[in-house]
């Protein structure tokens, strides 16, 4: 798997599932506004169309490509498979997506276990470090004030 930043979700399988989940459910739709003649960035059009539909879609493709299922055995995944799940979740995340609770806390596990060799350490585990405040700020959100204490 490639990486090209210190983002859970800057790797090949996240940017393929990602790609694949968005085009999955908004079809034409997403790659007319993926068109390098379209003046939205990139960040807008996830933006406007990312919803609960596009993370499981997302997380489908993911399944599909590294063929196993998160339900069957999580376990079983390995660490390019957990850092390319985890950053599908941030990402949604980030675009504003209600996150399941159980997406949310097998994100934030393997967030936790991540063993991959980075090119700049220190920049991805102050990165990984904001991901994971991120996430646990919005299960506790989520929960609410009477939950959250």
Do not use: C
Not at 76 to 105: K, M, N, Q, T, Y
Not at 112 to 121: G, L, M
Request: no cysteine.
């Amino acid at each position: 798997m490639g990486y090209w930043g210190v983002k859970s979700y800057e790797n090949d399988d996240a940017d393929d599932a990602l790609d694949a989940g968005f085009e999955r459910v908004h079809g034409e739709l997403y790659e007319q506004l993926m068109d390098d003649s379209n003046p939205l960035s990139f960040e807008q059009v996830q933006k406007r169309l990312a919803d609960g539909r596009t993370l499981t879609a997302s997380v489908e493709a993911l399944e599909e490509l590294i063929e196993a299922k998160l339900t069957d055995d999580p376990e079983a995944w390995d660490d390019a498979a957990r850092l390319a799940f985890a950053g599908i979740v941030v990402r949604h995340a980030e675009l504003g997506v209600l996150i399941p609770e159980e997406l949310r806390l097998q994100a934030i596990q393997w967030l936790q276990a991540e063993e991959i060799s980075w090119d700049d350490p220190t920049r991805r585990k102050l990165r990984r470090e904001k991901e994971l405040a991120y996430l646990r700020r919005l299960g506790a959100q989520s929960a609410g004030p009477d939950k959250a204490s």
